[in-house]
């Protein structure tokens, strides 16, 4: 840019502005924007984690109530006309209630939708009381039948009549927190020994190299079996939750572990580290400030990444039958509904259910982890 003096009708060159410097978060952030799944990934991923905080208010029902009179009951569509006597019709947001029928060649009952009786639906609606974030009285849900006393399965019911939509809004939050709560034993404990692996090296690195070749070598599902066997019935379900997934993050760290050692071995010598040390730096404050940050993204995408595997392994140890059992739901206990083949035959949607929502929230959580391990890649391009 230039601009002409008035004085001496001589050209100046303007100050030319600097270009703003982006930090590293802000660079990563921008990498990420651009790989498109991740970014509608993160919104999926943060979606759901909000059902889970707040499940009750999203789920229509109680997910423990049960009703002798549906059980098996199948979905519940929506519609958005009912028609009249005269043969009009009339806009009303509904689902049409259920009624019994007997296939006498069969020998069967089977459920069907009855035209005749409409049950309206609304947003914003009454229904069973609970703590909204454990600490608001409420009985507001997001959606449901208007009339409280009326029952709507959109997903189904169980064999005791419950309704399986509230119970997967409510089984997320046991799921994802066990990822969450699995990640972050593994952050604690693959940080700090691997940390102290590479860094110092000699016999601590070859001690906690032995102890982690030692969990790799064994079988997991056996591994989790003995650990699950080990818990007494009798235990509360919160305390059993808490040692499920110390039992889930048993195996976890050790691949943070492995790439955090393989990080300082690499940087523990490098002209910053050095300077530190000179400086005055203590050991854990190196490891803190400086070896630690300068490849955060990278352990951020990591955790990205484990989170989804701790998911399965819950889901896996719950469906196996030694991981979380009832009164807990969880979407691997939900899972376990689904492993007769007659209850699969007669109410698919136990098992379709849940079973979709597990590979949606998966797929997400890869998807959102490839992004941000490639937003975190300093030589991407």
Do not use: C
């Not at 019911?157 to 969450?180: E, N, P, Q």
């Amino acid at each position: 840019m230039t601009a002409i003096d008035p004085a001496s009708d001589v050209i100046v060159p303007e100050a030319v502005k600097a270009p703003a410097l982006l930090g590293p978060w802000a660079l990563m952030w921008r990498q990420f924007r651009r790989h498109k799944i991740a970014h509608f990934s993160l919104y999926v991923v943060g979606l759901v984690y909000l059902v889970a905080l707040l499940g009750e208010f999203f789920a229509p029902a109680d997910h423990l109530a049960t009703n002798t009179r549906a059980p098996f009951a199948p979905p519940q569509g929506i519609h958005l006309f009912v028609e009249n006597g005269d043969g009009s019709r009339e806009f009303l947001l509904h689902a049409r209630a259920l009624k019994v029928e007997v296939d006498r060649e069969a020998m069967r009952r089977h459920f069907v939708e009855d035209p005749e009786k409409p049950i309206p639906l609304g947003f914003f609606v009454k229904g069973h009381p609970y703590k909204l974030l454990w600490l608001i009285p409420t009985d507001r849900h997001l959606f449901g039948p208007i009339d409280p006393k009326q029952k709507v399965y959109f997903l189904g019911a169980d064999r005791l009549g419950r309704d399986i939509l509230s119970r997967i809004i409510m089984g997320t939050r046991i799921s994802m927190s066990i990822g969450l709560v699995g990640v972050a034993v593994s952050l604690v404990v693959g940080v700090s020994l691997g940390g102290i692996s590479g860094y110092y090296g000699g016999w601590i690195d070859n001690l906690i190299q032995r102890l982690i070749e030692f969990l790799r070598s064994v079988p997991t599902i056996p591994l989790w079996m003995g650990l699950a066997a080990a818990i007494p019935l009798d235990w509360p379900p919160l305390r059993t939750y808490f040692v499920v997934t110390i039992i889930v993050s048993m195996i976890g760290w050790t691949t943070l572990a492995r790439e955090v050692r393989g990080k300082f071995l690499s940087l523990r010598k490098e002209d910053f580290v050095v300077a530190a040390r000179l400086d005055g730096l203590s050991d854990w404050e190196i490891i803190r400030k400086h070896l630690v940050p300068s490849f955060a993204s990278h352990i951020i995408a990591s955790l990205t990444l484990a989170v989804p595997l701790m998911i399965l392994a819950e889901t896996s140890l719950s469906f196996l039958g030694i991981g979380l059992q009832p009164p807990i739901v969880s979407w691997g206990t939900l899972l376990k509904e689904a492993q007769n083949i007659r209850t699969i035959i007669e109410a698919p949607w136990l098992l379709i259910a849940p079973g979709t929502t597990i590979v949606i929230v998966v797929l997400a959580l890869n998807f959102l982890g490839d992004g941000l391990r490639d937003a975190a890649d300093p030589y991407a391009n």
